[in-house]
């Protein structure tokens, strides 16, 4: 009996415990999107701020974003699909996999302030980039490719070896195999990675804070040696900047609103993307 | 993969042209620079500006590292910066553009009307840490600083403090308008911010520089006839050699229209 | 023939190529760590004096070295006499000199072309003043002259710098440079908001595996799962216009940004991150154990208890670790709502300044190359450690409960 009772007290205090949490992360978002929403327009998305960053829209941080996220994809999706070919189909010496494998683990532990402390010295500085939208791509690339490798690696590891063995047994070399049977069987997987890569750079600040956001833009970039505004430093500034914060402040709402739903669509599309993968493989 | 390859072409081509006309440095000139550089740029469709804030510090490093054309500064450049330009083959022209007084303010809802030199001094050294001690209510004193590289810090240490440090510990904001807001949010605050980022969230305190016997209230028309004692210039630093670059729009701040823009601010005009 | 060969040359370049691949990312670490050491490692040589400045004394003033700590209380006017220093110097009152106060008495013109008359007339100054101690460049310095002693230069040490409780990198004359209070308050930071998260995220973890329907898990868990990919200056956002004031009203503070503050916003961004790996590691707890305690009689909510959470301990306690490492290098959020004192954290409701805060906020404005610009950067090689010490730990305690599996 008493257990019984306990039972009964425990799994209401889960109960209540657990819908107060979700209660609490979803209170958070709906905060945003119902000061946000009103001010969401065509005219935000697609103008530059105007008088003091008190009115107009968010369209040059949007498009720095856009760049930065196209530039670090650039970088890291070659890199981190080819490095992840290299350990799961190719190397034979463990010990190099393993070097590698624990490499990309603590890259991924990483602060990302770390990386912009690095990407600081050796872009901006070392090899003289300057502040720029190729420093910040690079510093983002690094930032997101243990997410590119281990996604790639998985997806890699889900193809089944026979593929694998009968290509080989058919004649076909090593890299004919990879590239005409393993890559297309896995690629959709590897898609998923890179979106949600591309979710996590879109909203990353501390790395681009010194090495290539800039304040304001009054036109677009137009070359990789110049700044770019960003969505989340944009955020960043108008909440704790300006002349008056007041008047930025529905702007801010605005910002983070635009940001979330960016970032969240991101990552929706690749759970969408995953679990249609997976009911795929389930079929075949 | 099209539009990737496209947006490739395009940022390889783009390399070749112009990088733009960048300002940078610090943030109580920000707001001001950036709105020059909008009503700028509407005359001059043609031309390009990038105007980034980081503080006085920042922007006269990047003139020297030469990832600036103009430092925003609002403090003059320091000895041993000056020295370090010219050491890199630099000469630094200074420009005063505006300039700016800075208000102490704190809760609206406190009773302390007007504090001395002194006072404030040894409140941001933390020797004074109740209200009760400069004429308030019995509560604790919470100033509020900004970060160590911006040039209101550096200003604000040598115009009140006499160049002693701050207390161990301030509690600081990384930028101005952080500063307004935890101000109006804390009932024993106090802060110092540029004069045009007052608003009515935050109550603006008298100061006196003459051991309490006159109080001036901080606004444009005080600091113009020089009652006001905490006002400073705001410059614009740029390397000798690129003058032909940054000219017109120095001139475009310094003409009528410009210093037009420096009083809608709320900063004073040079002239 | 010849298109094999072409072939197989294709596939040995093709070889090469991923290796190569393969090794340029494991090493990016390594670099990552040479180059945080390369920038940060210039800093226990540097002068604890502001470079190219150097401090001159009378010089019949008998006092041979100042630690940093007396020449900012000097400079403050906390120290006003020689004596004070056991220096036994009989013209006791300190005078603290700066090179602008020479322009007060000299116009420029007066200082000749290129300042070349300013060495004597500093040097004037200073066998006028015989309690005079002034800080000066050394370029125009009145070294070597006559009644002008200069003060030996130390070098920072490196005692000075870990066990330093005062974080002032831009006091002159001389800096301070005392990162325990960063330190310990990231750490204090970071704890507390694990304290906070840990039982929270079990519980929703507990409910998610073991009460909650098929239904309500399957949109519950991605959702959850979405919520840890918001970026974090939304978070710092939202801390800053809800959980200060809330802070502050709720427990009646002075100030609403506390370590609290910082600590509660962390938390809530831990929580799917504790969440997810918790429920799974919940989850992977074989049938049999379950089903067989169920058939000797024990409730649910003992089998919880006594079988499935002492199961998942180890994937518990990874989730702990992770969640940790992670608040540590937490940036932006934290940096907006800490208030970035640096003080030593002595109580939950006081500012406290982290290490990734302190980087971000003054890493722009640090000249680079100069002192402060090296010790942010040594700050950034202890985070560094800090978080490669947390991920090897929670690999270790992952690994622990994979070979639990008989």
């Known amino acids: 009996m008493r257990t019984k009772l306990q039972q009964q007290i425990a799994f209401f205090i889960f109960r209540s415990l657990g819908l107060l949490v979700i209660g609490l992360l979803f209170w958070i978002l709906g905060f945003i999107v119902y000061h946000g929403a009103g001010v969401i327009s065509w005219e935000f998305l697609t103008t530059a701020p105007r008088d003091g960053m008190t009115a107009g829209g968010i369209w040059p941080a949007l498009v720095g974003t856009c760049y930065l996220v196209i530039g670090s994809m650039v970088v890291a999706f070659p890199l981190g699909v080819m490095s992840a070919v290299y350990t799961s189909e190719y190397a034979r010496n463990g010990r190099i996999v393993r070097l590698i494998r624990i490499m990309t683990n603590n890259l991924s532990g990483i602060p990302s302030i770390v990386f912009g402390l690095f990407g600081m010295s050796l872009f901006v500085r070392t090899l003289g980039f300057g502040d720029s939208i190729l420093a910040g791509s690079l510093t983002l690339g690094l930032l997101v490719l243990p997410l590119v490798i281990r996604t790639t690696e998985e997806a890699l590891q889900a193809v089944p070896a026979t593929y694998r063995t009968g290509s080989r047994a058919l004649g076909a070399s090593r890299w004919q195999t990879v590239s005409r049977v393993v890559l297309p069987v896995a690629f959709p997987n590897i898609i998923t990675g890179l979106i949600l890569a591309v979710g996590r750079v879109s909203g990353e600040t501390a790395p681009i804070l010194f090495t290539v956001a800039a304040y304001f833009l009054p036109q677009l970039p137009t070359s990789i040696f110049d700044q770019a505004m960003a969505l989340p430093y944009h955020l960043y500034v108008i909440a704790t900047s300006g002349t008056d914060l007041e008047a930025t402040r529905p702007i801010a709402y605005g910002t983070a609103l635009v940001l979330i739903g960016v970032v969240l669509c991101i990552n929706l599309l690749a759970n969408l993307l995953r679990r249609r993968i997976g009911k795929h493989a389930h079929k075949s | 993969m099209k539009t990737i390859i496209l947006f490739v072409t395009a940022f390889t081509l783009s390399v070749l042209t112009l990088s733009a006309q960048r300002i940078k440095g610090s943030d109580t000139v920000l707001p001001l620079s950036q709105q020059e550089a909008e009503t700028y740029l509407k005359q001059n469709p043609t031309a390009s500006i990038t105007v980034t804030g980081g503080g006085s510090g920042v922007g006269i490093a990047a003139l020297l590292s030469g990832t600036t054309d103009i430092a925003q500064s609002s403090r003059k450049i320091k000895f041993d910066e000056r020295e370090k330009l010219k050491a890199a083959g630099k000469a630094a022209k200074e420009i005063i553009i505006a300039y700016d007084a800075l208000a102490v303010v704190i809760h609206p809802d406190n009773k302390v009307d007007g504090l001395t030199r002194e006072q404030l001094a040894d409140i941001f050294m933390g020797k004074i840490t109740n209200w009760k001690e400069v004429g308030g209510t019995d509560l604790r004193i919470v100033p509020y600083s900004r970060e160590t590289s911006s040039g209101t810090y550096e200003f604000f240490k040598e115009s009140v403090m006499k160049n002693k440090n701050y207390m161990n510990g301030i509690m600081s904001m990384p930028a101005t308008g952080a500063i307004i807001q935890s101000v109006s949010q804390t009932k024993g605050s106090i802060g110092y911010v540029g004069l045009a980022y007052l608003n009515t969230s935050v109550k603006a305190l008298k100061i006196s520089y003459d051991g309490g016997k006159s109080y001036t209230e901080p606004s444009v028309a005080n600091a113009k006839n020089e009652s006001y004692p905490i006002v400073r210039p705001l410059y614009y630093y740029y390397e000798a050699k690129s003058e032909a670059t940054v000219k017109p729009f120095v001139d475009y701040v310094l003409s009528s229209a410009g210093q037009l823009i420096v009083s809608e601010i709320g900063f004073i005009t040079v002239r | ?406």
């Open chain 3, 1 to 406: 023939m010849s298109t094999k060969k072409l072939r197989r040359a294709g596939e040995y370049v093709i070889e090469k190529l991923l290796t190569v691949s393969g090794a340029v990312t494991g090493l990016t670490m390594l670099t990552i760590t040479v180059f945080l050491f390369k920038e940060g490692a210039g800093l226990f040589r540097s002068p604890s004096v502001e470079k190219g400045y150097a401090l001159y004394v009378h010089a019949e003033n008998p006092v041979e070295r100042l630690s940093v700590n007396e020449i900012k209380g000097i400079f403050d006017g906390e120290i006003t006499v020689w004596n004070a220093l056991s220096s036994d110097y009989p013209h006791a009152e300190i005078v603290p000199y700066r090179i602008e106060d020479i322009f007060q008495r000299y116009s420029e013109s007066e200082l000749g072309e290129d300042y070349a008359l300013l060495p004597d007339k500093l040097a004037e100054v200073i066998r006028e003043t015989s309690g005079i101690i002034a800080f000066l460049p050394q370029q125009y310095a009145p070294t070597g002259m006559t009644g002008v002693k200069t003060l030996p230069s130390q070098d920072i040490r490196p005692a000075d710098f870990f066990g330093g409780t005062s974080w002032m990198p831009t006091a002159t004359p001389a800096p301070l440079f005392g990162v325990l209070p960063l330190i310990l308050g990231t750490l204090f930071v970071s704890i507390v908001a694990i304290l906070i998260a840990l039982p929270l995220g079990l519980s929703v973890a507990i409910f998610l595996s073991e009460l909650a329907g098929t239904r309500t898990r399957k949109w519950m868990k991605p959702a959850i799962e979405l919520l840890a990919g918001i970026p974090s200056v939304v978070y710092g956002f939202f801390g800053l216009v809800v959980l200060v004031p809330l802070v502050q009203r709720a427990f009646a503070l002075p100030v609403g940004e506390t370590a609290f503050t910082g600590s509660l916003i962390l938390a809530i961004m831990a929580l799917p991150t504790i969440i997810t790996v918790a429920e799974d590691a919940m989850r992977n707890t074989p049938r049999e154990l379950r089903e067989a305690s169920l058939a000797l009689g024990a409730g649910h909510w003992q089998t919880i208890r006594k079988v499935i959470i002492p199961y998942a301990s180890s994937g518990i306690s990874a989730a702990v670790v992770l969640g940790i490492g992670r608040a540590i290098g937490e940036t932006m959020a934290v940096l907006m709502v800490t208030g970035n004192a640096a003080v030593m954290p002595h109580s939950l409701f006081e500012s406290v300044r982290t290490i990734p805060a302190t980087i971000a906020a003054e890493l722009g404005e640090a000249p680079a190359g100069g002192a402060h610009y090296q010790a942010l950067f040594v700050l950034g090689c202890v985070l560094f450690l800090l978080t490669l010490l947390i991920s090897v730990s929670a690999e270790w305690m992952a690994g622990k409960q994979s070979s639990k599996i008989l």
